[in-house]
């Protein structure tokens, strides 16, 4: 990514500023990250539209910009040179897109942040942003099963944003007991076919078209299925064995004395030869 705005950046820009933000505002991207607009209310009652990532200082009397990304996190000040808090905000909005236009990986970018304030556990990390092993136990019969999921933020019909967590694949206990080889295959071909469904969710981000269903595989264009093999290069490998043995282990600890009686002692790891796995 160049260190340059574009043109079409650079037209979003003034088109924003032209409009102004005592009004509402269109979701806009600039170099790759989405920009939506929310409602800030000044001290004298007066309401502007900032972009999210904008929060004003009404003591200090400026307003301050912080975006996190791939590799860290930007940063931006300006306070009131009149007593106009729009034109400080305007002042302040093209100095923010200089700055992400500076970053080379924006938040849309495949790989995971690599800081984040909540610990990421080695067993479940896919090493995609917005791909995760989700983990789930029926209340009914305890049957312990995990499953793939992409995030996204749909765009609903007022405008508004939602989150949507769409399900790629699901393997319970018992299956994967039956066929661990031919589950883990699945599994790490779903795993891709995820990264691949996040990737063209980025890309419809990134030219500033948020979708208002969910993306899905049928979705993925011959432009992402033509970097697959890198796509998938920048997936952590998912152990089904050492997840499920894990749960297992730690079901007497959780169980009843009633249901500790029926619970087997030995693992996935002593019923299954290791070489019949993937790891």
């Given at each position: 990514?160049?260190?340059?705005?574009?043109?079409?950046?650079?037209?979003?820009?003034?088109?924003?500023?032209?409009?102004?933000?005592?009004?509402?505002?269109?979701?806009?991207?600039?170099?790759?990250?989405?920009?939506?607009?929310?409602?800030?209310?000044?001290?004298?009652?007066t309401a502007l539209w900032a972009p999210r990532g904008f929060?004003?200082?009404?003591?200090?009397?400026?307003?301050?910009f912080k975006r996190n990304h791939t590799h860290g996190s930007i940063s931006a000040y300006?306070?009131?040179?009149?007593?106009?808090?729009?034109?400080?905000?305007?002042?302040l909005w093209v100095?923010?897109?200089?700055?992400?236009?500076?970053?080379?990986?924006?938040?849309?970018?495949?790989?995971?942040?690599a800081s984040s304030l909540r610990a990421r556990d080695p067993l479940l990390d896919t090493g995609i942003t917005g791909v995760s092993i989700q983990q789930r136990r029926c209340p009914f019969s305890g049957e312990f099963s995990i499953f793939i999921a992409v995030l996204q933020r749909l765009r609903a019909a007022n405008g508004d944003h939602y989150s949507h967590y769409e399900c790629i694949r699901n393997v319970s206990a018992k299956k994967f007991r039956q066929d661990p080889d031919s589950e883990q295959a699945d599994?790490?071909?779903?795993?891709?076919?995820?990264?691949?469904?996040?990737?063209?969710?980025?890309?419809w981000i990134t030219v500033g078209a948020r979708p208002s269903e969910p993306v899905t595989s049928?979705?993925?264009?011959?432009?992402?299925?033509?970097?697959?093999?890198?796509?998938?290069?920048?997936?952590?490998?998912?152990?089904?064995?050492?997840?499920?043995?894990?749960?297992?282990?730690?079901?007497?600890?959780?169980?009843?004395p009633e249901d500790r009686q029926q619970l087997?002692?030995?693992?996935?790891?002593?019923?299954?030869?290791?070489n019949a796995i993937h790891d």
């Open positions: 990514m160049s260190n340059e705005l574009s043109e079409r950046d650079q037209h979003v820009i003034h088109v924003v500023l032209n409009n102004g933000f005592r009004q509402p505002q269109p979701e806009v991207c600039i170099a790759g990250f989405p920009m939506t607009f929310r409602r800030v209310m000044l001290g004298d009652n929060s004003r200082h009404g003591k200090a009397r400026a307003w301050r300006c306070s009131d040179q009149t007593d106009d808090p729009e034109e400080s905000l305007k002042r100095r923010a897109c200089q700055k992400l236009a500076e970053v080379q990986c924006p938040t849309t970018s495949l790989t995971a942040p599994f790490d071909e779903a795993l891709v076919t995820a990264a691949m469904i996040r990737f063209e969710y980025n890309y049928k979705w993925i264009s011959e432009t992402t299925l033509a970097q697959r093999a890198w796509i998938a290069s920048h997936i952590q490998p998912v152990s089904l064995r050492a997840i499920f043995d894990r749960e297992r282990q730690a079901e007497p600890a959780l169980a009843t087997p002692t030995d693992t996935f790891s002593e019923r299954v030869p290791a």
